[in-house]
């Protein structure tokens, strides 16, 4: 069995971790040639290696979060799993528009059509199931306007 969604999602973090991490050493390089000429010793070359290998591995570090990132796209929701985290929104969140605008924000982080768009979408379409099933009442003065107009 392959890995799963957390586990792969895991992975991909790492990869952005490896990345950040090629970036800080490029930094340094950086700082190192701000100070090129208060430093005994010629680092210019040994600073134009660390570029140039940092520039391939960063090549690579790309290809496998690719690699991850798609097995993970094509990965199934789970639709008892997004049931479950939409009623357990629903407990911690307050209303059904808290919920939905949570959810919603937690879905725009993410690419169209990626595993965690498709996840947040799926938490959105049971949320609005239940409100559909089980209307919220009304919030605030709202039933009181209802209840005088009536």
Known sequence: MGLTAKELTELSKHTAKARRNLDNLLDFVDLMNNDVDKLDGDITPAGEQ?????NEMSKHVDEIKTL??????????????????????GLYHGTVH?????????????????????????????????????????????????????
């Open 50 to 54: 660390i570029k140039k290998l940092s």
């Open 68 to 89: 991850i990132d798609t097995q993970l796209d094509k990965i199934p929701i789970d639709l008892e799993e997004t049931k479950d985290a939409a009623s357990k929104l």
């Open 98 to 150: 808290q919920v939905i605008s949570y959810a919603d924000t937690e879905k725009s982080k993410y690419k169209e059509n990626s595993y965690w768009w498709r996840y947040w979408v799926s938490i959105l379409d049971n949320v609005m199931q239940q409100e559909i099933e089980n209307p919220s009442k009304p919030i605030g003065k709202g039933k009181q306007f209802l209840e005088k107009r009536n």
